[in-house]
Nanobody, 117 residues
C-alpha cells in the first residue's frame, strides 16, 4: 500500500501562482511515476502532469508552459508549480503514484484549487 499526503491548495486570483506538494509513503518501488490529475465539477478527471523516477515528464495540453512538475525522489515528494493561473484551472487536484508497469496506482484525497477572475 502507498499513502499520499497532499498540501498547498487554496484560493488565488487569476494570474497568480500556487505550489502543490505531495508526499508518498509506504511500499514505494522503483520504476514508478508520481503526478497530478484534476477534476472540475461535472467533468472527468484529467491529466495535469506526471514525472517518472527517471525524470521523464508529461503535461496536459492546457497547462503546458504554465505549470512545472518536479520531484525529490529521495523523499518521495512531487511538486507542482502553477503559474499564470486561470479560472478554468479551478478543480480538485489529486496526487497519484503508480508503477510504470501499470499494475498499481494510488490516489490522494485531493486538494481544492480555486482561481477567481
Amino acid at each position: 500500500q502507498v499513502q499520499l499526503a497532499e498540501s498547498g491548495g487554496g484560493l488565488v486570483q487569476s494570474g497568480g501562482s500556487l505550489r502543490l506538494s505531495c508526499v508518498a509513503s509506504g511500499s514505494i518501488s522503483s520504476m514508478n511515476f508520481m503526478g497530478w490529475y484534476r477534476q472540475a465539477p461535472g467533468k472527468e478527471r484529467d491529466l495535469v502532469a506526471t514525472v517518472t523516477d527517471g525524470r521523464w515528464t508529461k503535461y496536459g495540453d492546457s497547462v503546458k508552459g504554465r505549470f512545472t512538475i518536479s520531484r525529490d525522489s529521495g523523499h518521495n515528494t512531487v511538486y507542482l508549480q502553477m503559474n499564470n493561473l486561470k479560472p478554468e484551472d479551478t478543480a480538485v487536484y489529486y496526487c497519484t503514484y503508480g508503477l510504470l508497469s501499470g499494475q498499481q496506482q494510488y490516489w490522494g484525497q485531493g486538494t481544492q484549487v480555486t482561481v477567481s477572475s
